[in-house]
C-alpha cells in the first residue's frame, strides 16, 4: 500500500505518517513510499489506539486545570465552606445553610443574639453561628446581591431631582402591598375592602397577575385614600411578589387561622424585609371552626415576631374575609402605620410622572395595556412614556374602576394604552415632554430592535446556539398569541435558545403537527381546540399536543421541556488505586491479574485508568471482583485481591489502577 493512501485512510499528512510511525513500531525510513498490506493493516490499528491514547491524555491534561478548579470551587459552595455577604438576614442564613428558621434562631439564642427572621446579622455574627451548624464562612466578593435594591436604587436616581421641599407637594396615598400564602385569603380580604368580587373572576381561583386597587376609608370622619396592590400567592411567582414588595410603602401579610405558617409566608416575609417594609399581620379565616389564632401567634413568636398583646412589636389583626368581620380595625392599622410613615408619603405632584409597571398584557381589544403605579407627578392623557426598552403616547387611561381619566398624581394606579410593545412588569417609566428627547429616545429604542411579531408567521432559519427549543404554539387571539410568543420566548438562556418555528390563531390542526414533528418542536396552544385530523395525526407521528387555559401553566410546563434539554454534568467520583502484583490471562479484551488495594476502597463496574510510571496508558471496566476467590462488590485498601477488567491495553507487574465512577449531576435552568 502506498504511504499516500494510508495517510489519507487515516486523514493525515504523509510526513506527518512518517514521523509517527517509528514511534508504533514501524521503522520503514523516512524515504519509503510503500508499505506492507500487512504491516499497513497494524499500522492503522496502532494508530486508531493512539489517537484513543492521546484523547484520553488530553482529558487529564484538562481535568488538572479545569477540573481541579471545579472541585476547588465545589468544595468551597458544597462542602464545609459558605460564602456570606457583609450583611445577611436572618431568613436567608437558614436558606443558605438549608436549616429552619426556627432552628437557626434556635441556634443565635444560645451564641446571646436575640434575632428575628427579617433582622440583620453582620459577618462576624454570621460566621459564628455558622460554626455551630460545623461549616466555614469566608466573606464573598461583593456583586449583584440583591435585585431588589437595584431597582430601589434606579428609581431613587430618578427621584433625587424631586423637590421635596415646595408648595407642589402633597400627601400621597400609601401604598399597602398584600403579601402571603397561596389559598390563605389575600385577594378575598381586598375583596372584602373593596366589596368586589375579583377572585371568582380568575381562572383557578388564583390570582395570575398584579393588580392595584384604590379604597377610600373614613377614619375619625376623615376621608382617607389607599392603594393596595395584590401579588399572586402561588410558588411560581416569587419575582413578582418581590415587586410589589419594591413598589410599596407597608405590607400587610396575611396568614390562614385554620392552617400554620407556609413556606411561601416565609418567603413573603423575607420579601418585606428585604424591602424594609413596616407590616401588620392579618389572621384571616378567623370565623372558621377550626380557626386557633393562638397557635398563629405562636408560629410567629418562634420566629421572633411576637405578636404586640404578647409583649412584642408585631402587630396582629384578626380578620374574616367572608364575614367582614375585624376589617375596619385591620384599616385603622393601617392607617395608624400610615401616619407614621408620613414624612415618606409626601410627593411632588407638578412635575413630569415617574412610575412602576405592576402589570402588563396584550388585549385583543385595547391592544398593549400596561398598569402603572405612579410615584411622583402627573400622568396626563397623551403623554409620551417611555420604559427600558418600550416606548409610547398614552391613547387611553384608566383607573382601577375601569373608567376613563384625564390625569393621575402620586400613589394613584393606572391602566394605560397606546404602547408600541408590552413593558416588563418591574420596568420604571418616564414622561419627557422635550419634542427633541422624545424624538431621540424613540429613535434609540428602534434601532436597538423593536418588532411587531405578526399572526401565523413561520421563523427564517437563524443562528443555532448550543441547544434549540423548538416551538409551534397556536391561541385563541392576537392578543394572547402575541402575550404568549414573548413568554416563551423570554425563557431563551445562553445555553437554550426558544425558537418559535410556526404560530397562529385557532384550533391545532394537522399542518401544525407536521411541522412539530419536522422540527422536533414542543407544540402547545392557548385556550383553544385541536382538529380530529390533528389528533390522528398526532398519535401517528407520536407528539402530544398541550392545551392550556392559565399562561403561567404554559410557561411552567415550557420550563420542565427546556430542562430537559440541558446536558448532565458528568462528576469523576474518585474510588481507589491498586497495584497489579500478578498476571494470570488475557484473553481478548478481557484481563485477569491480581492485586493490591493502596488507597481507597473499589468497587465492581467500576471505571479504570491505567498508569505505568506515571505515564497514562489507557482505560477499561472492573467487571469482576474477587477477594479470597470469593466474588466480592467491594475491596478495601490493604487487601490483596484477584480482578478481571475490560480493557484493550496489556497490564505489567508495577502498573497502577485508579478507580472512579461518573456522577450524572443533572442541572436545571429553571426551578419550578
Not at 382617607?224 to 416569587?238: E, M, S
Amino acid at each position: 500500500m502506498n504511504l499516500s493512501e494510508l495517510a489519507r485512510h487515516l486523514k493525515v499528512t504523509t510526513n506527518e505518517l512518517k514521523e509517527k510511525l517509528p514511534s508504533l513500531g514501524f521503522d520503514i525510513g523516512l524515504k519509503a513510499i510503500q508499505i506492507p498490506d500487512e504491516q499497513a493493516e497494524k499500522a492503522m490499528v496502532k494508530w486508531r489506539e493512539m489517537e484513543t491514547l492521546e484523547k484520553l491524555r488530553a482529558k487529564f491534561a484538562a481535568k488538572s486545570e479545569v477540573q481541579q478548579a471545579q472541585e476547588k470551587e465545589e468544595l468551597t459552595e458544597d462542602k464545609n465552606i459558605i460564602k456570606l455577604p457583609k450583611v445577611i438576614t436572618v431568613s436567608r442564613l437558614a436558606e443558605k445553610l438549608k436549616v429552619s428558621v426556627v432552628k437557626l434562631i434556635h441556634e443565635l439564642i444560645k451564641n446571646g443574639v436575640m434575632a428575628s427572621i427579617n433582622d440583620n446579622l453582620d459577618f462576624e455574627i454570621a460566621a459564628i453561628v455558622v460554626e455551630g451548624f460545623g461549616l466555614k464562612a469566608i466573606l464573598e466578593e461583593e456583586d449583584e446581591q440583591n435585585k431588589i435594591i437595584s431597582h430601589k436604587e434606579k428609581l431613587e436616581n430618578l427621584l433625587k431631582d424631586c423637590n421635596q421641599e415646595n408648595e407642589n407637594l402633597i400627601l400621597r396615598p400609601s401604598v399597602v402591598v398584600v403579601l402571603g400564602h397561596v389559598d390563605h385569603g389575600k385577594t378575598s380580604l381586598l375583596d372584602a375592602i373593596r366589596e368586589t368580587n375579583i377572585a371568582a373572576k380568575e381562572a383557578g381561583a388564583i390570582t395570575q397577575h398584579i393588580g392595584a386597587y384604590q379604597a377610600t376609608i373614613k377614619v375619625k370622619n376623615e376621608e382617607r385614600l389607599i392603594t393596595f396592590v395584590d401579588t399572586p400567592g402561588h410558588a411560581a411567582f416569587n419575582e413578582m411578589r418581590s415587586r410589589g414588595g419594591q413598589i410599596a410603602d407597608i405590607a400587610v401579610l396575611v396568614i390562614s387561622a385554620d392552617d400554620k405558617i407556609q413556606p411561601q409566608t416565609i418567603e413573603s416575609i423575607k420579601v418585606i424585609q428585604e424591602a424594609g417594609l413596616p407590616f401588620v399581620v392579618a389572621i384571616n379565616k378567623v370565623d372558621k371552626p377550626d380557626s386557633d389564632v393562638d397557635r398563629i401567634k405562636k408560629g410567629l413568636a418562634e420566629i421572633n415576631l411576637t405578636p404586640e398583646d404578647w409583649g412584642g412589636k408585631t402587630i396582629c389583626v384578626p380578620v374574616s374575609a367572608r364575614t367582614k368581620q375585624g376589617i375596619n380595625n385591620l384599616l385603622e392599622m393601617i392607617i395608624l402605620v400610615s401616619d407614621i410613615e408620613k414624612d415618606k408619603l409626601m410627593a411632588e405632584v407638578n412635575r413630569p410622572a415617574i412610575g412602576t409597571v405592576i402589570e402588563s398584557h396584550l388585549d385583543k381589544g385595547e391592544g398593549r395595556v400596561a398598569t402603572i403605579l405612579i410615584h411622583v407627578g402627573t400622568l396626563r392623557n397623551h403623554d409620551f412614556v417611555f420604559f427600558n426598552r418600550v416606548y409610547g403616547r398614552i391613547r387611553t387611561m384608566k383607573n382601577y374602576q375601569g373608567k376613563l381619566i384625564k390625569a393621575a398624581g402620586p400613589g394613584t394606579p393606572v391602566q394605560i394604552t397606546g404602547l408600541k410593545s408590552v413593558p416588563i412588569v418591574g420596568e420604571i417609566m418616564e414622561v419627557l415632554n422635550d419634542p427633541k428627547e422624545i424624538k431621540g429616545r424613540s429613535k434609540l429604542l428602534e434601532r436597538q430592535g423593536y418588532k411587531r411579531m405578526s399572526v401565523d408567521e413561520t421563523s427564517a432559519d437563524k443562528e443555532k446556539q448550543e441547544a434549540v427549543f423548538n416551538v409551534v404554539t397556536r391561541a385563541d387571539v392576537s392578543g394572547s398569541l402575541e402575550a404568549v410568543v414573548e413568554a416563551l420566548t423570554d425563557l431563551s438562556t445562553p445555553e437554550i435558545k426558544v425558537e418559535i418555528v410556526k404560530r397562529g390563531l385557532g384550533d391545532i390542526n394537522e399542518l401544525d403537527v407536521e411541522r412539530a414533528k419536522a422540527s422536533n418542536a414542543w407544540l402547545a396552544g392557548f385556550n383553544v381546540g385541536i382538529s380530529v385530523a390533528a389528533v390522528r395525526s398526532a398519535d401517528t407521528a407520536g407528539l402530544t399536543p398541550k392545551i392550556f387555559k392559565i399562561i403561567y401553566e404554559l410557561v411552567d410546563e415550557a420550563k420542565e421541556e427546556i430542562n430537559k434539554l440541558v446536558k448532565p454534568k458528568i462528576k469523576e467520583i474518585y474510588l481507589g488505586k491498586i497495584e497489579v502484583l500478578a498476571l494470570f490471562k488475557k484473553g481478548g479484551n478481557q484481563i485477569i491479574f491480581g492485586g493490591r488495594v493502596i488507597d481507597g476502597e473499589i468497587e465492581k463496574g467500576a471505571k479504570v485508568t491505567i498508569w505505568r510510571k506515571e505515564q497514562l496508558m489507557g482505560e477499561g471496566r472492573l467487571v469482576q471482583l474477587q477477594v479470597n476467590k470469593i466474588d466480592v462488590q467491594h475491596a478495601k485498601a490493604g487487601c490483596e485481591c484477584g480482578m478481571r477488567i475490560d480493557s484493550k491495553i496489556s497490564l505489567e507487574i508495577g502498573d497502577q489502577l485508579e478507580f472512579y465512577h461518573e456522577e450524572k449531576i443533572i442541572k436545571k435552568i429553571f426551578e419550578i
